[in-house]
């Protein structure tokens, strides 16, 4: 396999939380892509690239480009293989993690359509987001779902 590097330009880290790791990149901008987003993902053992979760608005797909991650899905979990798809449609029946419990890298390639304002829902720890844009607004928030407020409260 050629270089991380070589492929899709400049990678970057997240390091958003311990389990939560993954070096990627967005390579829907590396070839002029509008409508449909695109993530290579790198995981090391014992990470995932996100914590559970579905759209509204946003189908995903998931290609498995080298080693063997397990998907969790509402079915359960599902360990893939290089070469595997996987789709995930909009609401609850989406509901996907991508993580790597094996002793060795997996790099996954991530599929989206781009449409905004976006919905996500976090069902294990009962929060929604708001994504009016894809990034860069002040608007990207999270709440917990049980501390919504009624449609009056406040005016």
Same mark, same amino acid.
């Given at each position: 396999?050629?270089?991380?590097n070589l492929?899709?330009?400049?990678? &970057?880290?997240?390091?958003w939380?311990?389990?939560?790791?993954? #070096?990627?990149?967005?390579?829907s901008?590396?070839?002029?892509?509008? #409508?449909?987003?695109?993530?290579?993902?790198?995981?090391?053992?014992?990470k $995932?690239?996100c =914590?559970y979760?579905?759209?509204?608005?946003?189908?995903?797909?998931?290609?498995?480009?080298?080693?063997? =991650?397990? +998907? #969790?899905? =509402?079915?359960?979990? &599902?360990?893939?293989?290089?070469?595997?798809?996987?789709?995930?449609?909009?609401? =609850?029946?989406?509901?996907?993690?991508?993580?790597?419990?094996?002793?060795?890298?997996?790099?996954?390639?991530?599929?989206?359509?781009?449409?905004?304002?976006?919905?996500? +829902?976090?069902?294990d720890?009962d $929060?929604?987001g708001?994504r009016?844009?894809e990034?860069?607004?002040?608007?990207r928030?999270?709440f #917990?779902?049980?501390?919504?407020?009624?449609?009056?409260?406040?005016?």
């Open positions: 396999m050629a270089d991380f492929i899709y330009g400049a990678v &970057h880290d997240e390091g939380r311990p389990n939560v790791a993954h #070096r990627g990149i967005r390579v901008e590396e070839i002029g892509a509008e #409508r449909l987003g695109g993530s290579l993902f790198e995981l090391e053992p014992g $995932k690239i =914590p979760h579905f759209h509204y608005a946003n189908e995903e797909w998931l290609f498995v480009v080298s080693g063997a =991650p397990t +998907v #969790r899905s =509402p079915e359960g979990d &599902h360990v893939l293989r290089a070469g595997d798809v996987v789709c995930f449609p909009t609401g =609850p029946e989406g509901a996907h993690c991508v993580r790597n419990e094996t002793e060795e890298p997996v790099r996954v390639l991530m599929l989206s359509t781009l449409i905004f304002p976006e919905i996500p +829902v976090y069902p720890s $929060k929604i708001t009016p844009v990034v860069g607004e002040d608007d928030l999270n #917990r779902r049980s501390e919504a407020v009624d449609y009056w409260d406040g005016e």
